[in-house]
Nanobody, 127 residues
């Protein structure tokens, strides 16, 4: 069983930055690919970014390319999401997810490829 705990959400003005963190309680963290998704009220959960196990290849959703950066620190069992140039449409609950079944980028866009999810952290961008 893997437990994921997100932190770092909050209220920020348009154009501002936030860094989300997700700490995982698992001994073999390096064998997991990690992803970030967000979900706004009344909308489906949407892919934001992912980083693969082993090689650490990153992939991003179209709406965040060039603004968000995903990274991981395997020594700390933590994945980060640096969010810059935030927009009102980035407002959502952000979820961290983990999977040991896939180490390739394309499959990591899909929520059903992940086995473990955090409880979510709210990000609100005010205009």
């Amino acid at each position: 069983q893997v437990q994921l705990v997100e932190s770092g959400g909050g209220l920020v003005q348009v154009g501002g930055s936030l860094r989300l963190s997700c700490a995982a309680s698992v001994r073999t963290y390096g064998t997991y690919s990690m992803g970030w998704f967000h979900q706004a009220p009344g909308k489906e959960r949407e892919f934001v970014a992912a980083i693969t196990c082993s090689s650490g290849i990153t992939v991003y959703g179209d709406s965040v390319k060039g603004r968000f950066t995903i990274s991981r620190d395997n020594a700390k069992n933590t994945v980060y999401l640096q969010m810059n140039s935030l927009k009102p449409e980035d407002t959502a609950v952000y979820y961290c997810a983990a999977t040991s079944r896939y180490c390739s980028g394309p499959r990591l866009y899909e929520p059903n490829k992940y086995d473990y999810w955090g409880q979510g952290t709210q990000v609100t961008v005010s205009s």
